[in-house]
């Protein structure tokens, strides 16, 4: 069977079911196309052979009937999940030759569960950005070109920007990815494709390189709805290895798609109305309001006046708990050592050499916002500024059942467009953070083309651990909003 790749998750599950392929001849496919755009760098690492090997015995298990819920299916895993025996670097050159002995509990359920990896997807250098052009192996190319500018390639947004080309490109069926800040959903945006990130707690952090713990949490990338669903049902669940893992009954989230959202209430929130945000922004946000009410849903204009201040307060904990984290890369105990005449100065090579630019400045800023002297000016009012937010939500969340609001202030940028103007790299996120903030599920969905071609997301937030309500609704949007456009550069 030829245009294997072209299948959803979905339907690949129900082809490798009824024997209308093999799981090898999948992921031969995928391999195939992973070669023929290698130009895109969406992996830092492929594991041809793995896959290869994965995929027979998912044929195995798929003839005896014993197979798992994500059995020979061909998956890209961001190269910030620990992968046992394969080496994860988190883009970073101070982890550059760093072979974990063991395996993050979600790449390892992903496993258990029959998934076939195609290798470690690239990001920004320890999550933290933006554009994916902050990677030690060069930045990924966004598979979609402007009309007007056909030549000048763009970022596809980031952190998680490998694993959001590999689905936006066909290169895998789906991708894990991290969000700390909205590195799941701004990429997905900028790439044309679904992206979840669950309530924090929900999966287990456990083997994932730390970027702000407090925030930090993975989610699924895929072509639709459906997909992310039944990758997110073999992600999550309690884990003691993970304190802040929560302990909480795990729903089906496929069975979650009901397609009946009569009478749920829609949260639109007037603060994200910015001064600035784009016509085009603002028309498709009228559009999905427009397109719930359609479908018996009622929009309620909610207010959550403390958004504003969530991007400066988001950069001090961030920060803070990455300066933290990041003390363990010391030349001693893991990755790169440049030697010097003292220990001291081991150090010190090692951390200047190894770390990149974004990555020293927010160490830098970490540190400051923790010293003794700004502790409380900086660090304990942000963290106060954190529950003000959390507060914003929860009463809001006593009259609508989801949130509607853009993923992201613009399109894809162009590479090298903004990476000398920090500001405006962290301003891409000044939808997603809030939710972060608070911890809530929020997933994007592709809901139309700019005006210069480009995908443009919309974003929909949901209660603590109510990801049932944001993939339904999110499954309702996605058949009304009938999103078929395919990247520039697959178009024959
Ligand atoms: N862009 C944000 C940052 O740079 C979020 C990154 C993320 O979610 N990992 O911190």
Not at 199 to 205: H, K, L, N
Not at 231 to 253: E, H, Q, R, W
Not at 403 to 410: E, F, G, K, V
Request: charged residues 20%.
């Amino acid at each position: 069977m030829s245009n294997l790749t072209k299948l959803t998750l979905s339907a690949a599950r129900d082809g490798l079911k009824t024997k209308d392929f093999s799981a090898v001849e999948l992921t031969k496919a995928y391999l195939d196309v992973m070669e023929q755009r290698r130009v895109l760098n969406a992996f830092v690492t492929e594991t041809s052979d793995i896959a290869l090997k994965q995929a027979s015995l998912s044929d195995i298990k798929l003839t005896k009937g014993n197979a798992g819920a994500m059995e020979g299916l061909p998956i890209g895993i961001k190269d910030l999940f620990c992968t046992e025996g394969v080496r994860t670097t988190a883009c970073s050159r101070i982890l550059e030759t760093f072979i974990p002995p063991y395996e993050s509990t979600v790449s390892g359920k992903l496993k258990r569960a029959g998934a076939v990896m195609l290798g470690k997807t690239s990001l920004d250098e320890f999550a933290m950005g933006s554009s994916n052009t902050t990677s030690t192996f060069g930045p990924v190319i966004n598979p979609w070109r402007r009309k007007s500018n056909f030549a000048s390639p763009l970022v596809p947004g980031g952190s998680s920007g490998g694993s959001a080309v590999a689905v936006a490109a066909h290169l895998a069926l789906a991708a894990i990815g991290t969000d700390t800040g909205g590195s799941i959903r701004q990429p997905a945006a900028f790439c044309g494709v679904v992206g979840i990130k669950p309530t924090y707690g929900r999966c287990s952090r456990w083997g994932i390189v730390a970027f702000a713990s407090s925030l930090d949490q993975a989610g699924p990338i895929a072509r639709n709805v459906r997909d992310v669903a039944i990758v997110l049902n073999s992600m999550v669940g309690y884990d003691p290895k993970d304190s802040t893992s929560a302990k909480i009954s795990v729903p089906d989230f496929e069975m979650a798609l009901t397609r009946d959202i009569k009478g749920l209430k829609i949260g639109i929130p007037q603060e994200y109305r910015l001064d600035y945000l784009s016509n085009e922004i603002s028309k498709l946000w009228d559009d999905g309001i427009a397109m719930m009410k359609d479908a018996g849903a009622i929009p309620v204009q909610i207010s959550l006046p403390y958004t504003k201040y969530a991007l400066p307060a988001y950069y001090i904990v961030a920060s803070a708990e990455c300066s933290s984290n990041l003390l363990r890369y010391d030349g001693v105990r893991y990755g790169l050592r440049i030697d010097g005449k003292t220990l001291d100065e081991m150090y010190k090579k090692t951390r200047a050499n190894g770390f990149g630019k974004e990555v020293r400045r927010r160490i830098l800023i970490g540190t400051y916002v923790l010293s003794a002297g700004y502790y409380d000016a900086y660090y304990v009012k942000a963290q106060k500024v954190r529950r003000l937010i959390y507060d914003d939500f929860n009463k809001a969340f006593q009259n609508v059942d989801v949130i509607l609001t853009p993923t992201a202030p613009s399109s894809a940028f162009g590479l090298n467009e903004i990476d000398d103007n920090p500001i405006a790299m962290w301003m891409n996120d000044i939808f997603t953070i809030p939710t972060s903030m608070a911890g809530l599920p929020s997933l994007s969905l592709p809901a139309g083309l700019s005006v210069d071609g480009l995908p443009l997301g919309l974003q929909l937030i949901g209660r603590p651990f109510d990801e049932e309500t944001v993939l339904k609704v999110a499954d309702v949007m996605e058949r009304s909003i009938d999103f078929k456009e395919i990247p520039s550069l697959l178009r024959d």
